[in-house]
């Protein structure tokens, strides 16, 4: 059974930066692609950013130019570096894996607070 354990979460000001981590129990190289989807109270889960095997990128449009993905399949972790942190962008954090067979598997998620 292959685990996702996000970490990396906290307080910051608005400006500032963080970068979490979803490290999986597993190989990432047997996810299609590994992504990060936030959900702020009241809202649906939503798409930030998802990474493919081969490494191609793409950013939901809200945070372009400031969040990037990227994957260690050495270290079996995928990273979200957010620069530029907006108060919108508070949510709780969570990575998911996505296999060929489309079983999907999801981290336990990370709170990310930005304050104005």
């Known amino acids: 059974q292959v685990q996702l354990v996000e970490s990396g979460g906290g307080w910051v000001q608005a400006g500032g930066s963080l970068r979490l981590s979803c490290a999986a129990s597993g190989s990432v190289f047997s996810f299609t692609t590994m992504g990060w989807f936030r959900q702020a109270p009241g809202n649906q889960r939503d798409l930030v950013a998802i990474i493919t095997r081969g490494g191609t990128a793409v950013y939901t449009d809200s945070v372009k130019g400031r969040f990037t993905i990227s994957r260690d399949n050495a270290k079996n972790t995928v990273y979200l570096q957010m620069n530029s942190l907006k108060p919108e962008d508070t949510a709780v954090y969570y990575c998911?894996?996505?296999?060929?067979?489309?079983?999907?598997?999801w981290g336990q998620g990370t709170q990310v607070t930005v304050s104005s």
């Open positions: 998911r894996g996505l296999r060929p067979a489309g079983d999907v598997y």
